[in-house]
């Protein structure tokens, strides 16, 4: 019986542990969410489509206080440093296709 109590108790000490170790995870998960619909904003804003840029906004919006709340261990240099990542990311990627559709004289 007490080894069944100190197995009980090792679990219940262990959930936290392993929803704390979960939540970086789940805030890169969050933090690449709030970027991809945030893009999408500004793409609706570029294109004229107010109704659409709304939806992006309130998403986002929604997704920050999902942030917010379950990531209070990141601050917003986290968020920056992020963003930052992100963005470099972009532009390499847009860099790649240039160069791609550059050296295959255009058929790519």
Not at 22 to 45: K, V, W
Not at 58 to 70: G, I, P, S, V
Not at 78 to 89: E, N, S, Y
Request: with cysteine.
């Amino acid at each position: 019986m007490k080894i069944l109590l100190a197995i009980s108790i090792g679990w219940v000490l262990m959930l936290p542990a392993t929803a704390s170790a979960l939540n970086p995870g789940e805030c890169s998960r969050l933090m690449r969410q709030i970027y991809h619909f945030r893009t999408l904003e500004e793409r609706a804003d570029t294109l004229g489509n107010e109704v659409y840029a709304e939806r992006m906004l309130m998403q986002t919006d929604l997704l920050r206080e999902r942030f917010d709340q379950r990531c209070p261990g990141f601050s917003e240099d986290d968020r920056l440093v992020r963003q930052a990542v992100a963005d470099f990311a972009r532009v390499l990627r847009i860099g790649a296709q240039a160069a791609a559709k550059y050296f295959s004289m255009g058929a790519m």
